[in-house]
């Protein structure tokens, strides 16, 4: 799982700066020269995209997405167990809808030929961020869901430092 922790990282790591670097020399282009980079907004909100669906892997492996904590806690052990089981089951479903319509999406865009705009590049590589964020993510509900009923976690946030050392990698 680090080698998954490694791409995930390095894929949001360069999205962002790579937005931050686009943007700032659009708005320098715009400043001095009074023009800015077609291609910069199309660059921009699909590495933004891109960033979006790898980044929420990211939350789900450190359990940052909202819950229900207060709630959670209020049930017993064997309870909360099932909670664990239903809401990674419900989460599994949604993103492997999320797979399926994604991959249809580049499917459809391959076939058609759509490209962007701007650069003409083929639409297709940027929709990949759908179902590749949605593959990530399931990847890291079932890690999340093991590893809470391996140790018996019964918050969702780890209690230890042991914990969250390894809830990290």
Not at 27 to 48: M, P, Q
Not at 145 to 166: A, Y
């Amino acid at each position: 799982m680090k080698l998954v922790a490694y791409i995930e990282n390095t894929i949001v790591m360069v999205a962002m700066a790579g937005m931050a670097c686009i943007t700032f020399a659009n708005v320098l282009s715009r400043y001095f020269f009074d023009t800015s980079f077609a291609f910069a907004e199309e660059i921009t909100i699909n590495l933004f995209v891109l960033a979006t669906f790898v980044g929420a892997s990211i939350a789900i492996k450190r359990q940052a997405h909202f819950g229900f904590h207060y709630f959670f806690t209020k049930f017993n052990p064997t309870t909360q167990r099932v909670l664990v089981i239903l809401t990674s089951l419900l989460m599994l479903f949604f993103l492997s809808l999320t797979l399926i319509f994604g991959m249809e999406l580049v499917l459809n865009q391959m076939e058609r030929g759509r490209v962007t705009p701007a650069l003409t590049i083929p639409q297709w590589i940027f929709t990949g961020a759908i179902p590749l964020g949605s593959l990530l993510c399931m990847i890291r509900t079932v890690e999340v869901m093991m590893i809470r009923l391996k140790k018996n976690h019964q918050l969702p946030l780890p209690k230890t430092e042991e914990d969250s050392k390894e809830m990290k990698m």
